[in-house]
């Protein structure tokens, strides 16, 4: 009797932690989804496939710490409605270019809001990705700008 009691105790336990792997893993599938991640509407976003469909706005030439940059905005481009994104070069491709851009971004959507009236919608990035040319001649810091009410914060 106690020899069965004890095979199904241990039968008891195996089966609550098959069930609980199952219930985990259930989650976790529905948890990825390629429609519930952000980034799935970036995937078609690169450097070519915004040279080759989408029209600059804005553009501005600015060497910044030895980077020589070029820095687009773009409206309704790949899906993102308002785009900002800088290249550079291979040669000057580094870590202190993504800090430059970076820097730019910044900088850009300060001088954005600056002298703004204070209920209009201010303007934020979000940072979408680096890509390359796919010669690798250029590369590029994507990011999204994005408009959002100062009161609702």
């Known amino acids: 009797m106690t020899h069965y009691k004890k095979h199904l105790?241990?039968?008891?336990?195996?089966?609550?932690?098959?069930m609980l792997t199952l219930i985990s893993c259930s989650q976790l599938s529905s948890d990825i989804k390629d429609t519930d991640n952000p980034?799935?509407?970036?995937?078609?976003?690169?450097?070519?496939?915004?040279a080759d469909t989408c029209v600059p706005i804005e553009k501005y030439?600015?060497?910044?710490?030895?980077?020589?940059?070029m820095s687009f905005r773009l409206?309704?481009?790949?899906?993102?409605?308002?785009?900002?994104?800088?290249?550079?070069?291979?040669?000057?491709n580094s870590k202190l270019a993504k800090a430059v851009s970076n820097v730019l971004v910044i900088t850009y959507v300060n001088s954005e809001n600056k002298d703004v009236d204070p209920t209009m919608p201010l303007l934020s990035e979000k940072f979408i990705k680096y890509t390359a040319l796919d010669d690798s001649s250029r590369y590029a810091a994507i990011y999204e700008l994005i408009?959002?009410?100062?009161?609702e914060e």
Do not use: S
Request: charged letters at 20%; hydrophobic letters at 50%; aromatic letters at 10%.
């Open 61 to 69: 030439a600015f060497p910044a710490f030895g980077v020589r940059t």
């Open 39 to 50: 980034t799935h509407r970036y995937q078609k976003v690169t450097l070519n496939a915004v």
């Open 147 to 151: 408009r959002h009410d100062p009161l």
């Open 9 to 18: 105790v241990t039968l008891a336990i195996g089966v609550i932690i098959a």
């Open 75 to 92: 409206k309704d481009c790949l899906g993102i409605e308002d785009m900002f994104m800088i290249v550079w070069p291979r040669e000057d």
